[in-house]
Nanobody, 122 residues
């Protein structure tokens, strides 16, 4: 079992940056692939980025390629999402999730954090 906690969300102007972090309590995060997802009220959860357990494999949604970077520090049991060149359409609640192997499909993830709000003003 692992409990996930996101942090780093907030309000930023368009063109700015935020860094989200996903920390783990319980079993070490190094045992899991981790994905970041986003969701607006009334909409389906959407894939943002994912990273394998070792960090040697990553995946990104086309809408964030070149702007967002996912990385992990297994010694610190954290996964980060560096978000640059933010746009108003990036506004959402962002969630991290964990499972045994990397996938872009949110319904395959076993463990979820509580989410952190990202708001980008124009």
């Amino acid at each position: 079992q692992v409990q996930l906690v996101e942090s780093g969300g907030g309000l930023v102007q368009a063109g700015g940056s935020l860094r989200l972090s996903c920390a783990a309590n319980g079993r070490a995060l190094s045992n899991y692939a981790v994905g970041w997802f986003r969701q607006a009220p009334g909409k389906e959860r959407a894939f943002v980025a994912a990273i394998s357990r070792s960090g040697d494999s990553t995946a990104y949604d086309d809408t964030v390629k070149g702007r967002f970077t996912i990385s992990r520090d297994n010694a610190q049991s954290t996964v980060s999402l560096q978000m640059n060149s933010l746009k108003p359409e990036d506004t959402d609640v962002y969630y991290c999730a964990a499972r045994d192997s990397i996938t872009t499909r949110w319904w395959r993830y076993d463990y979820w954090g509580q989410g952190t709000q990202v708001t980008v003003s124009s």
